[in-house]
């Protein structure tokens, strides 16, 4: 039988939502066959952390590792899409450890408490996603989740899109650009059915 896939990328088009505080998407043509050249070519104008994408330790831990940093093999797991109505209990995280799943990706835009972020590290998550622009409250400008997450090794995926994802355990593999020294960068993000 063959494995369906759900896109869960954000497309990165001019005029897209974006944190307010980021820079603006450009995208203008460089090179165009109409126009008399031999190919078509775009330059692309973007912050690190447009449509979805990872953030990096270094993001906002002084002295940590960078995007390249972080292994393949952590990016490529079995996941639970979780939707944000239900509160995530350490008996969630029980089950989900039983069954070998490594990450959470949260349906809904609430953004991820202190508590809730101490119940992953605890329960050994290595991985959380959320279709917020921000896995925790902008009101907040010391980032507490942020620095709890990136300090213990947990992998930050922002602005997913979940509307094709009904709640279950999928296998999550979640690419980013390949960039030497980032804070972050877009990614393509897709579940399979497991």
């Given at each position: ?17 974006r ?58 797991c ?24 490594k ?14 972020a ?17 896995i ?59």
């Amino acid at each position: 039988m063959a494995r369906s896939y759900i896109d869960i990328t954000k497309t990165i088009q001019k005029g897209m939502k974006r944190y307010p505080t980021d820079p603006d998407v450009k995208i203008s043509e460089f090179k165009s066959i109409k126009k008399g050249s031999s190919c078509n070519m775009l330059v692309l104008s973007f912050g690190s952390h447009t449509g979805t994408h990872i953030d990096a330790p270094c993001h906002i831990l002084k002295r940590a590792k960078p995007l390249d940093g972080i292994r393949i093999e952590d990016l490529i797991c079995k996941v639970a899409v979780r939707d944000r109505k239900k509160p995530l209990s350490g008996d969630f995280f029980k089950k989900a450890k039983k069954r070998k799943i490594k990450g959470v990706l949260l349906k809904g835009k609430k953004p991820l408490t202190l508590g809730e972020a101490n119940i992953m590290v605890k329960n050994g998550m290595r991985l959380v996603g959320t279709e917020s622009m921000s896995i925790e409250s902008s009101r907040d400008k010391t980032h507490p989740v942020h620095h709890l997450l990136l300090r213990k090794g947990i992998i930050i995926i922002e602005n997913i899109d979940l509307k094709k994802a009904k709640p279950g355990i999928y296998r999550l593999i979640c690419l980013p650009l390949r960039l030497k020294g980032a804070d972050g960068a877009p990614c393509r993000a897709v579940l399979a059915h497991d």
